[in-house]
């Protein structure tokens, strides 16, 4: 099997890993492939996870450097924008994510969890939406859209999204 295979098969069990709350595992894969601006952006996005926001913003800070063109390595440095409260950063890294990977369901996901955490619900719920559009089949989509519809006070609303999600995925945390 040759390198580059190897790595995006590691790289995509990482983020995989990690979008199943298998934090610790999906950082023991990543330490393999180190040298790659994904491992770092994929990294990061564990650190946020930890609440270890100054190594979370060393490793996006990597991955930005290592692939200026990663729609990835924004992202993460979106999240660790989004963990810092600094919204406008954030927002700025969302939309150069945006510009490298328009069809990207995580960049309105992740825009939708900005919105909400800088009290714009009605832009959060916009956001998800879009999401759920492009990514049907995404868990981590309908549980977000579970928790703004649920701070929003649509509880059944809520519920369904969640039991959707879960039907995707019965092991999303």
Same mark, same amino acid.
């Given at each position: 099997?040759?390198?580059?295979?190897?790595?995006?098969?590691?790289?995509?069990?990482?983020?995989?890993?990690?979008?199943?709350?298998?934090?610790?595992?999906?950082?023991?894969?990543?330490?393999?492939?180190?040298?790659?601006?994904?491992?770092?952006?994929?990294?990061?996005?564990?650190?946020?996870?930890?609440?270890?926001?100054?190594?979370?913003?060393?490793?996006?800070?990597?991955?930005?450097?290592?692939? +200026?063109?990663?729609?990835? #390595?924004?992202?993460?440095? #979106?999240?660790?924008?989004?963990?810092?409260?600094?919204?406008?950063?954030?927002?700025?890294?969302?939309?150069?994510?945006?510009?490298?990977? +328009?069809?990207?369901?995580?960049?309105?996901?992740?825009?939708?969890?900005?919105?909400?955490?800088?009290?714009? +619900?009605?832009?959060?719920?916009?956001?998800?939406?879009?999401?759920?559009?492009? #990514? +049907?089949?995404?868990?981590?989509?309908?549980?977000?859209?579970?928790?703004?519809?649920?701070?929003?006070?649509?509880?059944?609303?809520?519920?369904?999204?969640?039991?959707?999600?879960?039907?995707?995925?019965?092991?999303?945390?």
């Amino acid at each position: 099997m040759n390198d580059s295979i190897r790595i995006a098969r590691l790289l995509e069990h990482a983020l995989r890993l990690m979008r199943g709350g298998h934090i610790d595992q999906s950082i023991d894969v990543l330490t393999r492939v180190l040298d790659h601006g994904d491992a770092h952006a994929i990294l990061a996005f564990c650190l946020v996870s930890r609440k270890r926001l100054h190594a979370a913003n060393l490793e996006a800070t990597q991955a930005i450097a290592l692939d +200026p063109d990663s729609d990835l #390595a924004h992202l993460a440095m #979106a999240s660790v924008q989004i963990a810092r409260r600094a919204f406008k950063q954030a927002e700025a890294h969302i939309d150069a994510a945006r510009t490298l990977a +328009p069809e990207h369901a995580e960049n309105y996901r992740l825009a939708a969890g900005l919105y909400q955490a800088w009290g714009q +619900p009605e832009r959060a719920l916009a956001e998800i939406i879009r999401a759920s559009e492009y #990514a +049907p089949d995404d868990a981590s989509v309908w549980a977000e859209y579970g928790g703004i519809e649920y701070a929003a006070g649509r509880r059944e609303s809520a519920r369904a999204h969640a039991q959707r999600a879960l039907e995707i995925d019965p092991e999303h945390v």
